[in-house]
């Protein structure tokens, strides 16, 4: 039988985590004190052995809530230990059937988790035979980055993300037309996300994004990164092939998007 509640053991935590480091690459860069500290957390035993895991990121809005581990302890958690209202789910196919139960999907996408391989050089290849000048993004670029990514959406960016991490951006004529950042690094745990990867549309096509990408793994190895990784949806099969280019390779999918907690799940938890 499974029991589920709160954690708040970080060491318990990372021993389970490190079991699948590179899907589980965000939940441990989020062991990191800064981000540890907007973290609700909720692990699912049976027989005294932990066996699933969530992890709700209260600092974007809505909040990220990545599911891990054995569906029925997935289940869990959910019943009986966590349940935000609104969340931007990522879980993998064996975790539907339980996510379902609880949550209404707003249009899920299938995602690919991709990492750099060893020995890859992302700064070489994005250079390339016709290179594009990328330029290091700091708090002056914060005004037009925002205006970027909200052609795109822009909910999964904050400027925390800026002053924390890594943002290379390609401009013409003065102007930020395309950029790619970090959404977190661990230096404890030697990782790095690379995300928000945006060109606006007038812009496409030339490898602009391609190479602000590269900039970004180039300067993550250069910092020590052991492990450095992107989500992409497996529809954009363009977008995949870049990636490659650069040196990355499929290694997990899994299922990401926005959710609502069903009103008589919501009820039920409230009993």
Same mark, same amino acid.
Request: charged share 15%; aromatic share 6%.
């Given at each position: 039988m499974w029991t589920a509640d709160l954690l708040r053991d970080r060491d318990a935590i990372l021993a389970f985590l490190q079991a699948? @480091?590179?899907?589980? $690459?965000? &939940? *441990? $860069?989020d062991l990191e004190p800064a981000l540890f500290a907007q973290c609700i957390w909720a692990g699912a035993e049976r027989n005294g052995r932990? +066996?699933?895991?969530?992890?709700?990121?209260?600092?974007?809005? /809505? =909040? =990220?809530?990545?599911l891990m581990g054995a569906a029925e302890g997935v289940r869990a958690i959910l019943t009986h230990a966590l349940h935000p209202e609104t969340a931007s789910i990522g879980c993998q196919g064996e975790h539907l059937a339980a996510v379902q139960e609880w949550y209404d999907w707003d249009e899920p996408v299938a995602m690919w988790r991709m990492a750099l391989r060893p020995g890859g050089a992302p700064d070489e290849v994005a250079r390339g035979a016709n290179p594009v000048p990328c330029v290091r993004l700091t708090s002056e670029h914060l005004d037009q980055l925002v205006e970027l990514y &909200?052609?795109? +959406?822009g909910d999964a960016f904050s400027p925390a993300q800026l002053v924390d991490g890594v943002f290379y951006g390609v401009v013409v004529d003065g102007r930020l037309v395309a950029a790619a950042g970090t959404h977190?690094?661990? =230096?404890v745990y030697g990782i790095g996300?690379? +995300?928000n990867v945006f060109t606006q549309p007038d812009f496409r096509?030339?490898?602009? $994004?391609? %190479?602000?990408? +590269?900039?970004? %793994?180039a300067e993550l190895? @250069?910092?020590?990164? @052991?492990? *450095? *990784?992107?989500?992409? %949806?497996?529809r954009n099969a363009a977008a995949v092939r870049a990636y490659e280019?650069?040196?990355?390779? @499929?290694?997990? &999918?899994?299922?990401?998007?926005?959710?609502?907690?069903? /009103?008589? %799940?919501a009820t039920d938890a409230s009993n």
């Open positions: 699948d @480091r590179l899907y589980n $690459a965000y &939940a *441990i $860069a932990l +066996g699933a895991l969530a992890l709700q990121f209260c600092g974007l809005e /809505p =909040p =990220p809530l990545l &909200a052609l795109g +959406g977190l690094i661990s =230096p996300a690379i +995300g096509g030339r490898g602009f $994004a391609t %190479a602000a990408t +590269g900039a970004v %793994a190895l @250069r910092c020590g990164a @052991r492990d *450095i *990784i992107l989500n992409v %949806a497996q280019k650069l040196g990355f390779e @499929r290694t997990h &999918a899994f299922i990401e998007g926005l959710a609502m907690l069903r /009103p008589v %799940a």
